[in-house]
């Protein structure tokens, strides 16, 4: 289980989180909503280790996380995405996967649920901005990450590749731990049990524990 504890964060004096707290269970899906300056990339960034909370905690399981960012079982997905420039897509993917013995097998499932076969050769510099996002979230999802973190996963994605990717993601996350940030809340939903709206740094509503 996934515990945020009082959670507040300060940069130069303007609070950006303001005494957030939530708990998600182990394989629930949960979307943050709001809109740009709500908070919610920042929220993401601290329970990835990427940034560090200015009072309160975050726990999984009932310990604290590690403060180094790659200790942690979480993958994040920016909104932009970021990969290596000087890899293929298929070793900017290849580099998340921890199980040598599987990462030909991880890389062909997810290249082909996300659409992206055909670029696998293929650098970054090289793709558009749909291909882009499209190998961002191959790569959080070859981690084999406990807690995966997307936010505005559906970004630089056409009408019709929004659809293929929710289905996959569907798939994809059955057993996992999600947390989607995103203001396209009628898509979001279709991944979402819950959902926590922030507005002006601190929760406005939630669904949690209806």
């Known amino acids: 289980m996934l515990e945020i504890n009082n959670l507040y964060k300060d940069f130069d004096g303007k609070t950006i989180l303001n005494d957030i707290s939530f708990k998600l269970r182990e394989g629930g899906k949960l979307g943050f909503f709001g809109e740009n300056a709500s908070g ?3 929220l993401l960034k601290i329970i990835a280790g990427l940034e560090e909370e200015s ?5 999984m399981d009932g ?3 590690p403060k180094q960012a790659h200790q942690r079982d979480v993958s994040l997905s920016f909104q932009m995405p970021v990969l290596w420039e000087h890899m293929k897509v298929k070793d900017n993917i290849a580099y998340a996967i921890k199980d040598e ?3 030909e097998e991880i890389i062909s499932f997810l290249a082909k649920g996300f659409k992206i076969e055909n670029i696998l050769d293929s650098y970054p510099s090289d793709l558009s901005g749909g291909q882009a996002k499209r190998v961002d979230l191959a790569r959080a999802f070859a981690s084999g990450a406990k807690l995966i973190l997307l936010d505005e996963p559906f970004s630089y994605i056409d009408k019709a590749g929004k659809t293929e990717i929710i289905d996959f993601i569907r798939v994809l996350s059955k057993d996992i731990t999600l947390i989607i940030a995103s203001h396209d809340e009628d898509l979001a939903f279709k991944l979402c049990e819950d959902y926590l709206r922030l507005e002006d ?4 509503e939630t ?4």
């Open 101 to 103: 013995s599987k990462k």
């Open 40 to 42: 919610k990339t920042t």
């Open 201 to 204: 740094t601190v929760i406005i």
């Open 63 to 65: 310990k604290p996380l």
């Open 207 to 210: 669904s949690l524990g209806d």
């Open 55 to 59: 009072l309160g905690s975050v726990l």
